[in-house]
């Protein structure tokens, strides 16, 4: 069993199946998965800050039993866990939304197994997902690749937590989770929750970019994540075009590898969208 993590609202439904297809499809055994969606709702917040709804969890889980009938998707709904913990803190309003911190109550559930591989939404694999779940984790709480522009600006080893693979066993142990949540608490921090981690790990691996590759896309990459990024031309401009902004996606990165996917994921959007 491969246990997954995603967390956000009703928005985060086209990057989560997205990126589930990319793990079905370029994986080379049927093995089952478990998906593990965190959500809140924080309508009085925002408007927009709306749940994944029933409909959204039993649809994806419909797309993972296909591929393997032992699979099944777990929507956990954290709203009391975020108003207890984070309610009014000084990271509520940080860069990123606050379906981010969410991720950082991954201890206080009894059914997160002792190996958790956390996954942001906007990611796609191009190689086999078990390159990355099967890496030895002894000794480390996790495992996370290099942050593209972090390890230029900060750090070599600043890392990126989209792609984190936790073991779960020793985070508990050594509450890595519990000391996030207070750094969270306590401290307005620049990159709010990968702030949080980073500041509260013992031990960490350290992996190559091909595992979280944030700009490029080689043969080699294992992960790639379509984070916000640079662009010099025609003029210096950031963009944030997700794997789901299809036709940029080819016009812009010129990428054809997951056509594949997208064309099943469009398929796919349509027959969840006649259901509702």
Same mark, same amino acid.
């Given at each position: 069993? &491969? ?10 439904? %086209? ?5 589930? /297809?990319?793990?079905?499809?370029? &994986? ?7 998906? $593990? ?17 029933? @409909? ?35 990271? +509520? ?21 002792? @190996? ?11 190689? %086999? ?8 984790? +002894? ?8 942050? $593209? ?20 066993? /020793?985070?508990? +142990?050594?509450? /890595? ?9 306590? @401290? ?36 790639? $994540? ?29 990428? $054809?590898?997951?056509?594949? &996917?997208?064309? +099943? ?12």
């Amino acid at each position: 069993m &491969i246990d997954l993590l995603f967390c956000g609202n009703e928005g985060v439904f %086209d990057g989560v199946l997205t990126c589930t /297809l990319s793990i079905l499809r370029r &994986i080379g055994a049927k093995t089952p998965f478990t998906i $593990h969606l965190f959500t809140m709702d924080l309508s009085s917040m925002r408007p927009d800050y709306t749940p994944v709804t029933r @409909k959204q969890r039993d649809f994806l889980e419909e797309v993972v039993r296909d591929f393997h009938p032992d699979s099944r998707v777990l929507l956990y709904d954290t709203t009391g866990y975020y108003q207890t913990y984070f309610s009014g803190c000084p990271n +509520e309003g940080a860069y990123c939304s606050p379906y981010t911190l969410i991720r950082l109550f991954a201890d206080l559930y009894d059914t997160i197994p002792d @190996k958790l591989l956390y996954l942001d939404a906007d990611i796609m694999f191009n190689r %086999d997902i078990r390159l990355l779940w099967n890496l030895n984790l +002894e000794g480390y709480e996790y495992a996370a690749a290099p942050d $593209h522009y972090g390890k230029y600006l900060i750090h070599p080893h600043y890392i990126n937590a989209g792609v984190l693979l936790f073991n779960m066993k /020793l985070c508990r +142990e050594n509450k /890595l989770f519990q000391a996030a949540r207070g750094w969270i608490r306590r @401290k307005k921090l620049p990159f709010a929750d990968q702030s949080a981690l980073i500041r509260s790990t013992t031990r960490r691996r350290v992996l190559p970019q091909r595992y979280n590759d944030q700009k490029f896309l080689h043969p080699h990459t294992i992960v790639r $994540h379509f984070s916000k990024r640079l662009f010099w031309l025609p003029y210096p401009h950031t963009d944030n075009i997700k794997q789901w902004h299809v036709e940029k996606v080819h016009s812009v990165f010129g990428y $054809h590898q997951f056509d594949d &996917i997208l064309s +099943e994921y469009l398929s796919l959007k349509e027959k969840f969208t006649a259901r509702t």
